[in-house]
Structure formats: C-alpha cells, structure tokens
C-alpha cells in the first residue's frame, strides 16, 4: 500500500505590514487647539470658569450702566430703549450664562477629584456642555448688533409674543435658553452618572462631601426643571412665528400659563443658583475652623428637604395674579416652610464655627460675608412670602434687594469663596492674601451699600424697571448712593481679577495640600496630573485627608500602592 504523504505543516506568511513613520503619526494636539479638543474634565472646568466670568464682568457693566442710569432723577444718560436692553441682557447673563454654569465649571473640575475618580462619567458628553454653553452666549449676544431684546429676563408675553414680535432679540433669547438649558441637561446627567457609579472604595452615601452633595442635588433638580421651561420658550417661539395661541388671550390662550410654566422652572433655578454655593460653604468652613462640619447628615438632608419644597413654592412669585386665595395661601405656607431647612443649614455653619481653632484666611472672610448677606436677604424673603405685604411691595425696588441680597450676595460671596479656596489646586500657586482681604471687604461693604438701601427705595413706593424718575421726597439721594456703592462693590471684584492675573505666574508655591483640607482632592499634586490619581485610598470617614495623615504620621501606607511602581502624583503635604 502507497504511503500517504503528510500534509503540507507550511505556514502561510501574513503580508508585512507597512511600516509607519515616526512623522507620519498624527501628534498629539497642543497650544490652543488641545484645548479646544479636551474630555479632560479638569480642562473643561477652567473653560467653565473662565467663560462664565467673562460673562459674569460683561452682565456687571451692564449692571453699571443702569445704576448709572438711575444715579440721578430725569437722566437722560440712556435711551428707554437702551436702558429695556441692558437690564434684560444683565438678568438673563448674570442667571443663565453665569451663576448657574459657574457651578459646573466648579463641579467639572473638583467633582472626580472629591470622589476618587478618574474623570466624568461622560467625557465627551463633557466638553459638549461647555461648546453649548458658549453657544448659546454667543447667539444670545449676537442680538446686540441687530435687535437686543427688551422684554425683561423674564419675557413674559404678551411683551414678547406682540409688542416685540418683529424683533430678533426675543429669538435669540429663546435659543439661549434652549442651547444653555441643553448644556446644563447634559452636563447634569453626567454629574449624577458620576456621583452614582465612580465613588472611591469605601464612598458610600453618607461619606460623600458635602459640595458632592449639593451637585447631586443641583443636577436632580435641572433633569426635572429644564424640560418645563424648554416647553414654555418652545410655545412663546411657535405663537410667535407658528399662528400658535399659547398666551393669546384675544385668542383663547392664557398669559398666566406662561408665568407658571416660567416659575416652575424659575424658583428651583433659584435653589439651583445657590445650592452648589451652600456646599463651597460647607466644604471652607471646617477647614478653617479646624473642627468638623457640625451636623454633617442635618446639612445633607437639608439640601435635599430645600430640592423638594422648591419644587412647590413657585407662585409665590406670582401673588398679585388673579389666583384664588386658597392657592395664595397654599404656596405662602409652603414658602415659610423652606427657612427651616435653609436655617438648619445656618445654625450648622455657625455652630462648626463655634469654639473652633479659626484661621482667618481669604476663603473664610468670603465665607462668613456669604451668610452674612445670605441670611438678610432670607428675612425679607420670609416677609415678602406674606402675600398681603407681597401685593404692596410686589415690583418695587423692594424685590430687587431681597433678589439681589440671596441670589447675588448669596452666589457670587461662596463662588470667591471657592475661588480663593480652590485656585492653589488648579493652578499650584496661592492666591495674595492682602489683595483679598481687601477685595472681601471693599466687595462687603459696596454691596450693601448698593443694595441696603434699595429696601427703602421700595418702601418709598418707586417700581423696579423704570427707566427715569422724578425726584419726589429723597429718591434721587437714595439712587445715588445705591449707585456710587455698586461703584464700590466692582472695584472689590477688580482686585480679585487683578489678584489671580499675578498669582497664576508669580504666585507662592502651594504644594499639594495648602489649607490642610479634608477631602479627597488634596491628595493629589497641585494642578493634578491628568489622570488624578496613581493610586485611591480606601475612604472610611467623611474626612479622609484627616485619615491619610494620621496613617502618615504612624508610618503605615495611605494607599495600597500597586506593585509595580509607587504612585508619583498622590502625596500628602
């Protein structure tokens, strides 16, 4: 029998694949172009920051502006026109591109550093909030050079459904609020995606910080407000081009249902302006203090308890409407009801002061400026929650301090506080001492100069959103001061400006751990490499940097290094 012969063990030879040259490799990008193409969460942040405070010095010109304006009686230093312009373009700037984006900016940076994580949820989702963001400021602005829109931030029809309906203005407003209020949707989504899958080993609920607490919070409350105002702004836009009658009563539509579509989005926006700002808060002062947040789960349910109650609150701006008194009633008690948590919360900040080690820094001042107005502007909140002293003082110059006193003293004093207290990190230089101590209280005192007084002004019975007056008992007196004060109170916020434009090159050298803190975030080098982390220790308080020195100092591992290489970029001071 013939032998078969073995099959063929013959390999067959893959073709070469061609060799690619070392400057055929597209490089990595860089300059101005890396950062136009960052998921860096840390990168995004800065761009939050910087963007919104750009935006933030524009609304305050136009801020200036009015007052100046309104610096004496029968001015003629504006037109009407003009003047209906800058004070909707202020609103809208200062609530929509400002305040509540800034806390993103905040949240984008620190976020993953407080947590253990390596960066958002989402990165690509990520840098697509900031290119919206940017945007939607853009177009909004754009409107200066054909028609700005003059129908007050809030735009209630029928001014901007007929008075101004030929007008492109109230279009860009409303594409504003579509492209921010986009961003902010997707932005919140992957901070409640990150906050809920990327803790450290060990981060369980009631070890989260407490700043931590107040994004989830912020976040919850965007997912559930923004479609309502997308809603209503998508109906203003159809009655206005579409032969829609949403708010055409001559029509069969209703005005009213604008304002409550308006202020159900517009009163958690309120709590989403300032929530964030409440966690800086709790984050500053226990550092400063040198003692634990006292009531640490009381501060955390009251965040939520504040989310909840804001969401049934919102006629209260809406109490001289033709509104049964039942319902009056209802949303008066319901206001009341919203200081307790909010008191919780200052009876808190002031008990961890309380017998505390206290280091009188940058950070602190700002801080304890911030309860300080937050909690005057929270007591004629409670008055105007009354809505029999409501239909007197409603649309008078009363409104516009408390608003002014909650929102603005309220966000912007925590938001320096976070600036003063976080640059080291982001940059890895300190921020002047002198200069800010200076900025805090020439920035204190302009304030309530500018807007203590407009109390009165309101008593003396002048309406907000005028654009002259005459000068009837000592209105022109009380305008000027208002006026020279709000002078005051923007020389403080230079002196900051020109305080971070010395130390982001020239500054003292911070170091990874500064102030000594007590979250997460200062367990890495400052600025942080892009990875955050070599290597996460396992959290077991709701002080873990206290921890890690402690394990410092008895000479044991603050992390389990892995074994192939020690970590470079976890260190503690």
């Known amino acids: 029998m013939a032998a078969t012969a073995a099959p063929s063990t013959t390999r067959t030879e893959l073709p070469a694949l061609p060799q690619v040259l070392a400057h055929e490799v597209d490089p990595e990008p860089r300059g101005w172009r890396s950062w136009v193409m ?27 502006l009015i007052r100046l304006q309104l610096g004496a009686p029968e001015n003629t230093l504006l037109s009407p026109q003009t003047y209906n312009a800058l004070f909707t373009m202020h609103g809208t700037t200062m609530v929509f591109l400002f305040v509540v984006p800034i806390f993103a900016g905040f949240g984008n940076y620190f976020l993953p550093l407080m947590i253990g994580a390596r960066d958002m949820a989402f990165p690509k989702l990520n840098a697509l909030s900031y290119w919206l963001l940017l945007a939607g400021g853009l177009v ?25 309906s030929e007008t492109g203005g109230v279009d ?8 921010t209020g986009l961003s902010s949707l997707v932005g919140a989504i992957n901070f409640y995606a990150t906050i809920a899958n990327m803790r450290a080993p060990g981060m369980g609920w009631g070890r989260l910080p407490l700043f931590v607490w107040t994004l989830l919070v912020y976040a919850v409350l965007l997912i559930l407000a923004l479609p309502v105002v997308a809603a209503a702004v998508t109906m203003l836009l159809t009655d206005r081009h579409f032969g829609t009658n949403f708010f055409d009563q001559n029509q069969g539509g209703d005005p009213l249902l604008y304002q409550h579509l308006f202020w159900f989005f517009g009163h958690p926006e309120v709590y989403i302006m300032i929530l964030p700002g409440f966690g800086i808060i709790s984050e500053v002062l226990p550092v400063f203090s040198r003692k634990p947040i006292f009531g640490y789960k009381a501060i955390a349910a009251a965040t939520a308890v504040i989310a909840f109650l804001s969401l049934i609150v919102w006629a209260h701006h809406m109490f001289t409407t033709p509104s049964p008194a039942i319902v009056l009633v209802f949303f008066m008690l319901s206001s009341f009801l919203i200081a307790i948590p909010t008191g919780v919360k200052v009876f808190n900040w002031i008990a961890t002061l309380w017998r505390g080690t206290v ?42 301090a408390h608003f002014h006193y909650t929102l603005v003293g309220g966000a912007i004093f925590s938001i320096f506080a976070g600036i003063y207290y976080w640059f080291p990190k982001m940059t ?4 002047g001492e002198g200069l800010g101590k200076w900025s805090c209280a020439i920035m204190f005192v302009g304030f309530n100069i500018t807007f203590a007084i407009q109390h009165t002004i309101g008593l003396e019975g002048m309406p907000r959103r005028i654009y002259e007056y005459q000068d009837l008992g000592n209105l022109g007196l009380y305008n000027l001061i208002s006026t020279v004060g709000s002078f005051i109170f923007g020389l403080g916020i230079l002196l900051t400006i020109i305080n971070v434009v010395k130390s982001v090159k020239g ?16 367990f890495t080098t400052s600025p942080p490499p892009v990875n955050n982390f070599d290597s996460i220790p396992r959290i077991r308080s ?28 976890s260190v503690v001071a």
């Open 359 to 400: 280091e009188y820094r940058t950070p602190l001042l700002f801080a304890c400026a911030f309860v300080a107005v937050f909690v005057a502007g929270g007591v004629t909140g409670v008055i105007l929650a009354i809505f029999p002293v409501d239909w007197q003082l409603h649309d008078t110059y009363f409104v516009i």
């Open 172 to 179: 860009a407003w409303i594409f504003l609020i579509h492209l």
């Open 542 to 569: 709701v002080e873990p940097m206290k921890d890690i020195r402690r394990q410092v100092e008895r000479g044991t591992p603050a992390v389990h290094q892995p074994a192939e290489a020690a970590p470079e970029h």
């Open 38 to 64: 960052t998921t860096d969460h840390k990168r995004i942040g800065i761009m939050y920051l910087v963007t919104t405070f750009v935006f933030f010095l524009m609304g305050g010109v136009e801020a200036l």
């Open 507 to 522: 500054g003292t050298t911070a170091g990874p751990d500064p102030w000594k803190g007590n979250t997460l975030e200062w």
């Open 140 to 164: 909004f602005y754009a409107s200066m050079f054909f028609s700005p829109p003059e129908a007050g931030w809030t735009m209630y029809p029928p001014l901007s459904a007929e008075d101004f």
């Open 428 to 431: 890895g230089r300190m921020l």
